[in-house]
């Protein structure tokens, strides 16, 4: 009843999970399409101060390529977020989808990624969780600016602090967490080198079907440039990536610094087709069926104790070599609607992180088709 005062009904099946559920909606002042998470307040007891501090961060960030929360209710019994809807799909199925990809078209998106961290790096914030699955279009266009979802595992760095808590996904993860040393805003920067690696070959850097040798590589920074699939990437895409693919985090490339690197600040990127290749090994490497997976966020706990180093949360997901997308496809026949909302149904994409943040997390809609069944 409190959200019908501000947004039209509109008739989807909600989706369950442990801890709240998720419903489309349409503002009535701009007639704009949000997503609202109702999140029952049983479910944040104990953890009031963390969640309200968390959500006040969130409630700050504005930035272009970054999903914003933008509206926050609560009744006696919920909490409501209202979330920017982004409906352009996931990085990796769009660049399947071209027929044409090139250097420059990664290093543009690189530069946008970069620009989003640096904005919450200044701020004060670590993401600690970059990785494609968390990459969203904001639209269909063939030109749509690329967005930053999924901050249930951000954290605020006070000034000149350091963090130390065990989190992200093994593949992506700095060195110097899986040490569970000190670190701070760099982690994030590592995390868009391999990014960077990812878009340019298809295939990510770090590999090993044991956990314990995928993080042995990861510890002592060990990747390569592989024939043939890196003998058409310009030496100065391989330069950018290597600065930000350092293991000493001190000499580790900065957003700043990265963003003023010639390939993405000058015209070192090349505009040879390279879809084939990257394509193919996206395909091979990031299957679509092991994305929609559940996964069990045991690896890295399981490196920490057999390390005998101890975390105090369990860090996500299995290795790769098809990385268990953090993304649950929710049951079309989950029920309810403790929102007051009816509901038809809709493929819901459920991004799901185990942290501070718990399940504070953003829903997205991952096809242009639920979209439009919703606009007719």
Request: one cysteine or more; a negative charge.
């Amino acid at each position: 009843r409190l959200l019908l005062k501000y947004f039209t009904e509109i008739k989807l099946k909600a989706f369950d999970t442990a801890f709240s559920e998720v419903v489309l909606a349409e503002e009535k002042r701009t007639q704009k399409l949000v997503a609202i998470k109702c999140i029952p307040k049983k479910a944040l007891e104990g953890k009031e101060n963390s969640i309200e501090n968390e959500i006040a961060v969130l409630h700050k960030i504005k930035h272009a390529n970054i999903v914003s929360l933008e509206e926050i209710f609560e009744s006696k019994s919920h909490l409501y977020l209202v979330m920017q809807l982004v409906s352009g799909g996931e990085l990796f199925d769009r660049i399947i989808e071209k027929g044409f990809y090139t250097e420059k078209d990664a290093s543009k998106l690189i530069q946008q990624i970069l620009d989003a961290v640096k904005y919450l790096h200044d701020m004060g914030i670590v993401h600690r969780d970059l990785k494609p699955e968390n990459l969203l279009y904001y639209s269909l266009e063939e030109d749509s600016k690329i967005m930053i979802s999924d901050f249930g595992l951000s954290k605020i760095e006070d000034s000149g602090s350091v963090m130390s808590t065990a989190c992200g996904t093994p593949g992506y993860v700095a060195p110097e967490v899986l040490a569970q040393k000190p670190y701070s805003k760099a982690v994030d920067c590592w995390s868009i080198g391999v990014i960077a690696y990812i878009l340019l070959c298809g295939y990510p850097p770090f590999y090993d079907e044991n956990d314990a040798k995928l993080f042995e590589q990861i510890l002592k920074a060990e990747y390569e440039f592989d024939s043939p699939y890196w003998d058409d990437i310009s030496d100065s895409a391989k330069d950018f990536i290597v600065h930000l693919m350092e293991k000493d985090h001190n000499v580790r490339y900065t957003c700043e610094q990265a963003l003023q690197h010639p390939w993405i600040a000058g015209d070192t990127a090349l505009d040879k087709n390279i879809h084939e290749s990257v394509s193919a090994q996206i395909k091979k490497n990031f299957a679509k069926s092991k994305w929609k997976q559940a996964f069990n966020a045991t690896a890295v706990v399981r490196h920490m104790r057999r390390l005998q180093l101890g975390t105090s949360h369990e860090g996500p997901s299995p290795p790769l070599p098809s990385p268990c997308r953090t993304h649950l496809l929710m049951p079309e026949e989950a029920a309810g609607a403790s929102c007051g909302f009816s509901f038809r149904v809709i493929s819901l994409s459920h991004t799901c992180s185990n942290s501070d943040f718990d399940d504070i997390l953003v829903y997205h809609i991952f096809t242009d088709f639920n979209v439009r069944m919703l606009q007719h």
